[in-house]
T-cell receptor
Framework: KNEVEQSPQNLTAQEGEFITINCSYS?????LHWLQQHPGGGIVSLFM???GKKKHGRLIATINIQEKHSSLHITASHPRDSAVYIC????????????FGPGTRLSVLP | GAGVSQTPSNKVTEKGKYVELRCDPI?????LYWYRQSLGQGPEFLIY????????DSGLPNDRFFAVRPEGSVSTLKIQRTERGDSAVYLC????????????FGQGTRLTVV
């Protein structure tokens, strides 16, 4: 079964902490997205990765194709980073559709 | 507009009624996706359009759900005889055609069936 898993499921951090959220998947992919969803809000795409590493502000995303694993890092976390972070992949052999992970709920406390 | 636009942002309807949810993708994006997100869960695939045709509608839960994209741009998701279990956030995304192309998501329509 093609699956996307994320860990941890829930994460509480103090403001300023370095945060890592992990995503693993079961088969080859053509693209991986990290998405952010605030309570009651829509989804914002943070990164799209097919290899290597990307950085945007305090956010860093990495992907290891061989290990079928990606990480999202947040440096100097802030309460406004509190949201659900979702990993979504497009399977290599399954057309254009995306499959979403269950999400990681992050709470950053002041 | 610059991004994917979904209307309405919120919809409350009575059980048994018919609803239409609209998605305006980014201009020129060939691929359009509909997803449904129930409370506390990740989005689930409903249907994917490539141009005007539904390339994959395997995620539609039953025949009460139908989606169209007649001119290859705007798409409408239609739900007949709504049930309370249909309450969810319905998300739309679009992307240029091609593997590895980035997808852009709308803000979603929150449907509540009472």
């Amino acid at each position: 079964k093609n699956e996307v898993e994320q860990s941890p499921q829930n994460l509480t951090a103090q403001e300023g902490e370095f945060i890592t959220i992990n995503c693993s998947y079961s088969v080859g992919i053509s693209a991986l997205h990290w998405l952010q969803q605030h309570p009651g809000g829509g989804i914002v795409s943070l990164f799209m990765l097919s290899s290597g590493k990307k950085k945007h502000g305090r956010l860093i995303a990495t992907i290891n194709i061989q290990e079928k694993h990606s990480s999202l890092h947040i440096t100097a976390s802030h309460p406004r980073d509190s949201a659900v972070y979702i990993c979504a992949v497009r399977w290599e052999d399954y057309g254009q559709n995306f499959v979403f992970g269950p999400g990681t709920r992050l709470s950053v406390l002041p | 507009g610059a991004g994917v636009s979904q209307t309405p942002s919120n919809k409350v309807t009575e059980k048994g009624k018919y609803v239409e949810l609209r998605c305006d993708p980014i201009s020129g994006h060939t691929a359009l996706y509909w997803y449904r997100q129930s409370l506390g869960q990740g989005p689930e695939f409903l249907i994917y359009f490539q141009g005007t045709g539904a390339a994959d509608d395997s995620g539609l839960p039953n025949d009460r759900f139908f989606a169209v994209r007649p001119e290859g741009s705007v798409s409408t998701l239609k739900i007949q005889r709504t049930e309370r279990g249909d309450s969810a956030v319905y998300l739309c995304a679009s992307s240029p055609l091609g593997r590895g192309s980035e997808a852009f998501f709308g803000q979603g329509t929150r449907l509540t069936v009472v």
